[in-house]
C-alpha cells in the first residue's frame, strides 16, 4: 500500500503529524509512506526512516520569484516528481487550500481516495475549499489535540483505532555521538524563548530569575531572528551561566533540543521538538491554550500556565528541579 501524508508547514504542525507514520506501519508493516513538506523541515521528517520519500515544497521561497524561469520549472518538476507514484490513500491533515491542491494534483489507484479534515479545530487556520479535494472528509470535534487530529482521521479512513501514546518515530541520541563545536559537552538546559507573537513570551525577569536557580548549569539561548537575538543577549547578560548560540540550521536546532538535558520553552515548534523526543522539558504556555498542543505522551514533560494565565517563574523553577533530580 502506497500512502502520501500532506502537512507542509509549520515546524509544530509537521512535528505533530509525524505519530501517523508509526501509527500506519503499526497497522500495516508493509505500507511505502511519502510525505510533502516545505524544504525547511526536510531534515525534520527526514529523521523519521519509517518515511520511504520525502518530496520538497517550496511555496514560501518560490511566490517571490515567480516570474524566474527557473522558479517555474522547479515548480513544474515538484508537480512531475508529485504524480511519479500512483498511492492508495493521499491524506492531507492541514486543511489549506495550497494543501488541497497538491492533493488535487497527486495520482491515485483506482479506488484510491484522497483524505482530510471536514472542519477545523478552534484557532486553526483551516480553510474549507480544501473539501473540494477529497473523496473522503472526516469530522472531528473542534477541540481535539493537534497531535491526535492527524492520527483520527487516518485512523478512520484506515479502519483502525487509535489506542497508544504518540510515538513520532524519532531516533534515541547516542551517549557518546558527536556534538558540534558550540553545544557544551556537559548537560545543559535550553531557553526556547523566542517565538514570532510576543503575547506568547515569558517575561524576562522570569527566565532570569530561573536561569538563577539553576546555578551554574550551562544555559543555550537560540534565536532566530534579529529581535530574539536581542533578546537573548539581554538574558545573556543577567546570567553568567547563560550563552547566545550562533545562529543554527534547522538540522542544528533539532540536535539542540534532542541533546538537552532540560528544555523549558513557550509554546512553540522547537520546544514540541523536544517534548517529541521525550527529553525533559517545561513547556509553558503564556498566550495560546494548553489543551490544544500540550506534551501528553511522556512523563518527562510538565505543562504550565495557560491562554491568559502565564506561570509564575516559582512553578517552572520547581518542574525544573523536579526533572533534572536524579532518578
Not at 112 to 117: D, P
Request: with cysteine; glycine share 8%; net charge positive.
Amino acid at each position: 500500500m502506497n500512502i502520501l501524508l500532506v502537512r507542509v508547514s509549520s515546524l509544530g504542525d509537521v512535528l505533530h503529524n509525524m505519530p501517523i507514520v508509526a501509527d500506519i506501519r503499526r497497522h500495516f508493516p508493509n505500507a511505502q509512506i511519502d510525505w510533502v513538506v516545505e524544504e525547511g523541515y526536510v531534515s525534520l521528517v527526514r529523521l523519521n526512516p519509517m518515511v520511504r520519500n520525502i518530496i520538497p515544497f517550496a511555496l514560501r521561497r518560490w511566490r517571490k520569484k515567480l516570474s524566474d524561469k527557473s522558479v517555474r520549472g522547479e515548480i513544474g518538476q515538484f508537480f512531475r516528481t508529485l504524480r511519479e507514484v500512483e498511492y492508495d490513500y493521499v491524506f492531507d491533515t492541514q486543511g489549506l487550500l495550497k494543501t488541497g491542491v497538491i492533493m488535487g494534483a497527486a495520482r491515485v489507484v483506482r479506488g484510491g481516495q484522497k483524505v482530510g479534515l471536514a472542519n477545523g479545530s478552534e484557532g486553526s487556520g483551516y480553510e474549507g475549499i480544501s473539501r473540494i479535494f477529497h473523496s473522503k472528509s472526516i469530522p472531528l470535534d473542534p477541540r481535539t489535540h493537534a497531535v491526535a487530529r492527524g492520527r483520527l482521521v487516518v485512523a478512520a479512513a484506515l479502519g483502525y483505532r487509535v489506542d497508544t501514546p504518540a510515538n513520532f518515530g524519532l531516533p534515541d541520541v547516542a551517549p557518546d555521538a558527536a556534538r558540534p563545536a558550540w553545544m557544551p559537552a556537559e548537560p545543559y538546559v535550553v531557553y526556547f524563548h523566542g517565538t514570532a507573537r510576543d503575547a506568547k513570551k515569558w517575561a524576562p525577569a522570569n527566565w532570569i530569575e530561573l536561569g538563577q536557580a539553576l546555578a551554574l548549569m550551562p544555559i543555550l539561548l537560540p534565536w532566530g531572528s534579529p529581535k530574539e537575538k536581542a533578546e537573548a543577549e539581554t538574558l545573556a547578560a543577567a546570567l553568567p551561566n547563560a550563552r547566545v548560540l550562533p545562529q543554527l540550521s534547522m538540522a542544528d536546532a533539532v540536535l539542540l533540543a534532542r541533546h538537552a538535558a532540560l528544555a523549558v520553552g513557550v509554546d512553540t515548534g522547537l520546544t514540541h521538538i523536544a517534548a517529541a523526543f521525550s527529553r525533559p522539558v517545561v513547556e509553558i504556555y503564556c498566550d495560546s491554550p494548553r489543551w490544544k498542543t500540550e506534551g501528553n505522551w511522556s512523563p518527562k514533560i510538565v505543562n504550565l500556565g495557560d491562554r491568559g494565565a502565564p506561570p509564575a517563574a516559582a512553578e517552572v523553577i520547581a518542574a525544573a528541579k523536579s526533572l533534572l533530580a536524579p532518578r
